[in-house]
């Protein structure tokens, strides 16, 4: 019964500390959730977009025509099948930053390649090349 006790002198303690400062933090826990569900919206509006983007386009699509292509301010970019020119044309302004004036489509079929005695597959994929205004720029690799 002493060893029962003491428990409940213990949550008697913790009972009696947590019904004094509720009144005084109450306040504090509901601005606290108020500000983090206002960040919150905030942060997932961009991160909506960036995932938006990311659904569109696969990744820049980097060769040596590519690159003579970047000189003349027309990037090329390997892009998700269901996808049309607009939702690209939307994607690379919002998240580059740049005016879009025109965009084309590329389908680059599967082919199948020898092996020694099997047959392989190389999948095939569907490029964008976007034109961008003059003076502006798209920084695909990092310096």
Do not use: C
């Not at 009972?15 to 905030?42: L, R």
């Not at 699509?61 to 000189?71: C, D, F, G, Q, S």
């Amino acid at each position: 019964m002493a060893i029962n006790n003491i428990f409940n002198k213990e949550k008697k303690e913790r009972n009696g500390k947590k019904a004094s400062n509720p009144a005084k933090s109450a306040g504090n826990v509901i601005n606290t959730k108020k500000e983090t569900a206002a960040t919150a919206k905030k942060t997932t509006g961009a991160a909506k977009e960036n995932a938006s983007v990311y659904r569109i386009i696969r990744n820049p699509h980097i060769t040596e025509k590519a690159t003579k292509l970047a000189e003349i301010n027309q990037y090329v970019f390997k892009v998700f099948d269901n996808i049309n020119k607009d939702m690209i044309k939307k994607a690379v302004e919002d998240f580059y930053g740049v005016k879009v004036v025109a965009v084309r489509m590329v389908n680059i079929h599967s082919r199948t390649k020898k092996r020694g005695k099997g047959i392989a597959i190389k999948q095939g994929y569907r490029k964008a090349i976007v034109a961008v205004a003059k003076g502006q720029t798209i920084e695909v690799l990092p310096r």
